[in-house]
């Protein structure tokens, strides 16, 4: 399904004259606020293409209908999505799940929704049909240099594939670890994930990034070889400068301070992207800002602030699995909670914070943190959407216009998404 410019066209007429309102009202509100819609305007959010049908958890998996069977109808859904935003310009593949067969055609296809193509991302954490050997005790830290020379071909496969698209990043993700004390030799494993890794960083093309995620539990319960911030900078470190650390929200123990955590990343240079999405008790893989929109808002701040210091470029991307919301629906909300958290920062009073800062008004600190995530900045996201020639309301138009009857009239209702 492709919408029409006149679809659009038609949903904004109706909506036109009650956003132009409440635009008034924050435009009263809010200084610069042409400047910040510009931004909000530019903001681009890649889509993973793990994201587009129906996920599950290890009980059970309740799909709905019309999901995207192929790479090109995952292509589309972005389309769609980006068609209703103007913010999803983008799309992260995942490999094996989804090969590009031929790789012109694709880009074409992707090109013609005016999506470009993020970091590629590899997979050594579960074995696929006819793989010669198991990753079931790790892929980069494993005991046995074949099974690790295995991971690294995938690695170097996978960018040969982003390479064909026009990516220019691999984020690499380790289920490593151990899920029994005794079972790992810590430093034999960091030092085989390292020399690994080394192999990879070695076939990056000079333009490329390397992106290093870290996780805290699971599937290993006893230690992950990438576990954390530190390790990941570690690894990132002594790989060299295309290196950096990816934070995933989910993947931090409870409680942990994630907006710390991207501040000093960025203060040394070495954050090279963010995984979103949102969760209560782990990785729980929950819509972005549908728990602790706050948290969200606090780490946009270090970005902002970190990014207007050092000038840094962050790879943004979804990374949430769906199991009860239409996923289109579902992504939906988290591209508009990352953009209203982008937003509530942009109209922090900086300025006034740091005052306040040097003058240890504690008071006055939380006054203006909270002044901005207060306001409702939702008109200025609308209004960025008009300017991109997206929806004023992308789920009322999503609905309006049967968008998903229109997939499974397409698709069928029995299609599934490859790699869930
Ligand atoms: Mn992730």
Same mark, same amino acid.
């Given at each position: 399904?492709?919408?029409?410019?006149?679809?659009?066209?038609?949903?904004?007429?109706?909506?036109?004259?009650?956003?132009?309102?409440?635009?008034?009202?924050?435009?009263?509100?809010?200084?610069?606020?042409?400047?910040?819609?510009?931004?909000?305007?530019?903001?681009?959010?890649?889509?993973?293409?793990?994201?587009?049908?129906?996920?599950?958890?290890?009980?059970?998996?309740?799909?709905?209908?019309?999901?995207?069977?192929?790479?090109?109808?995952?292509?589309?859904?972005?389309?769609?999505?980006?068609?209703?935003?103007?913010?999803?310009?983008?799309?992260?593949?995942?490999?094996?799940?989804?090969?590009?067969?031929?790789?012109?055609?694709?880009?074409?296809?992707?090109?013609?929704?005016?999506?470009?193509?993020?970091?590629?991302?590899?997979?050594?954490?579960?074995?696929?049909?006819?793989?010669?050997?198991?990753?079931?005790?790790?892929?980069?830290?494993?005991?046995?240099?074949?099974?690790?020379?295995?991971?690294?071909?995938?690695?170097?496969?996978?960018?040969?594939?982003?390479?064909?698209?026009?990516?220019?990043?691999?984020?690499?993700?380790?289920?490593?670890?151990?899920?029994?004390?005794?079972?790992?030799?810590?430093?034999?494993?960091?030092?085989?994930?390292?020399?690994?890794?080394?192999?990879?960083?070695?076939?990056?093309?000079?333009?490329?990034?390397?992106?290093?995620?870290?996780?805290?539990?699971?599937?290993?319960?006893?230690?992950?070889?990438?576990?954390?911030?530190?390790?990941?900078?570690?690894?990132?470190?002594? !790989?060299?400068?295309? &290196?950096?650390? #990816?934070?995933?929200?989910?993947?931090? %123990?409870?409680? +942990?301070?994630? /907006?710390?955590? =991207?501040?000093?990343?960025?203060?040394?240079?070495?954050?090279?992207?963010?995984?979103?999405?949102?969760?209560?008790?782990?990785?729980?893989?929950?819509?972005?800002?549908?728990?602790?929109?706050?948290?969200?808002?606090?780490?946009?701040?270090?970005?902002?602030?970190?990014?207007?210091?050092?000038?840094?470029?962050?790879?943004?991307?979804?990374?949430?699995?769906?199991?009860?919301?239409?996923?289109?629906?579902?992504?939906?909300?988290?591209?508009?909670?990352? !953009?209203?958290?982008? &937003?509530?920062? #942009?109209?922090?009073?900086?300025?006034? %914070?740091?005052? +306040?800062?040097? /003058?240890?008004? =504690?008071?006055?600190?939380?006054?203006?943190?909270?002044?901005?995530?207060?306001?409702?900045?939702?008109?200025?996201?609308?209004?960025?959407?008009?300017?991109?020639?997206?929806?004023?309301?992308?789920?009322?138009?999503?609905?309006?216009?049967?968008?998903?009857?229109?997939?499974?009239?397409?698709?069928?209702?029995?299609?599934?998404?490859?790699?869930?």
């Amino acid at each position: 399904m492709r919408i029409q410019r006149s679809d659009i066209e038609q949903h904004n007429h109706q909506h036109l004259e009650g956003h132009r309102k409440k635009l008034a009202f924050i435009a009263d509100q809010v200084a610069d606020t042409e400047k910040i819609i510009n931004q909000i305007a530019a903001m681009q959010i890649a889509i993973p293409s793990w994201a587009l049908g129906t996920g599950g958890t290890r009980f059970g998996r309740f799909a709905g209908g019309g999901e995207p069977g192929t790479l090109e109808q995952k292509i589309e859904d972005i389309g769609l999505l980006h068609a209703l935003t103007g913010s999803s310009g983008a799309i992260s593949l995942h490999i094996p799940w989804d090969i590009p067969k031929d790789a012109t055609a694709v880009a074409a296809l992707a090109s013609s929704f005016g999506i470009r193509f993020d970091a590629v991302n590899s997979n050594t954490f579960q074995d696929q049909k006819d793989q010669k050997l198991s990753y079931k005790f790790g892929s980069m830290q494993h005991v046995d240099r074949h099974v690790r020379k295995q991971a690294i071909d995938h690695n170097l496969q996978v960018i040969e594939y982003g390479k064909a698209l026009g990516s220019k990043a691999i984020t690499v993700w380790l289920s490593d670890g151990s899920s029994f004390p005794g079972q790992l030799d810590f430093r034999k494993a960091f030092e085989n994930t390292l020399e690994s890794l080394q192999s990879v960083y070695s076939g990056l093309p000079s333009n490329w990034k390397m992106f290093v995620e870290y996780k805290a539990f699971e599937p290993n319960f006893y230690s992950m070889t990438v576990g954390d911030w530190g390790q990941s900078l570690l690894y990132a470190q002594k !790989l060299g400068n295309q &290196a950096y650390a #990816l934070v995933d929200l989910g993947h931090h %123990l409870p409680n +942990a301070n994630i /907006e710390q955590i =991207v501040s000093l990343l960025l203060m040394e240079g070495k954050l090279g992207g963010f995984h979103f999405n949102d969760s209560k008790y782990g990785d729980d893989d929950l819509t972005v800002g549908s728990i602790n929109p706050y948290q969200l808002f606090l780490i946009f701040n270090e970005l902002v602030a970190g990014m207007d210091r050092t000038g840094q470029d962050l790879a943004w991307m979804i990374d949430a699995s769906h199991n009860i919301k239409d996923p289109l629906e579902d992504l939906l909300q988290s591209v508009e909670a990352i !953009l209203v958290a982008y &937003a509530q920062s #942009l109209i922090l009073d900086s300025r006034g %914070l740091e005052q +306040a800062r040097n /003058e240890n008004d =504690v008071v006055r600190c939380q006054e203006l943190l909270q002044q901005a995530f207060r306001t409702d900045v939702r008109p200025l996201i609308a209004e960025a959407r008009l300017k991109n020639g997206a929806a004023i309301h992308p789920i009322t138009a999503f609905r309006t216009l049967e968008c998903r009857k229109n997939l499974i009239r397409e698709r069928g209702t029995e299609t599934k998404a490859t790699g869930l």
